[in-house]
Structures are given as C-alpha cells and as structure tokens.
C-alpha cells in the first residue's frame, strides 16, 4: 500500500506544538489519513490535551482497520 505522503515521527524532531501543526497541515492535505491522526493524538497528548474532533476521526478512520496504528512513523 502507498501512502500519500511520509508519516512523521511525532516524539523525535521539533516542539510538541511544530509537530502538531505540521499534522493538522497533512491532515488539510489528506483528511481522515489514520497516521497523521494517530500522531496528532499523540502530540496533543504529549502536550495534555485532547481534541474530540480528531479523536472522533480517527474513531471513524480507523472504524473497519485491519493493521493495528501503534505510532506515526517516519
């Protein structure tokens, strides 16, 4: 499978808030993609916060998945 753009690992470069940035802008790119919410989750957590609307995306994204997203990945 291709994806349309590289995940990007969200514990390793940048602040918190760079990182969550830069995947709420892959997500304006390609929306409802499951690795740039699951590393969107994670820096918002990162940072103590959620966001009911990307927890309910990825909720919807990820509703009939059949490989298991643990991290975003580079």
């Known amino acids: 499978t291709t994806h349309p753009h590289p995940p990007i690992l969200s514990g390793l470069v940048g602040s918190e808030m760079c990182i969550r940035d830069r995947y709420r802008t892959e997500l304006a790119d390609h929306p409802h993609n499951v690795w740039s919410l699951q590393g969107l989750k ?10 009911a609307d ?3 995306d990825y909720e919807e994204s990820t509703a009939r998945k059949d490989v298991w997203i643990t991290t975003s990945i580079m």
């Open 54 to 56: 990307v927890d309910a």
């Open 42 to 51: 994670v820096a918002l957590g990162a940072q103590g916060k959620i966001d």
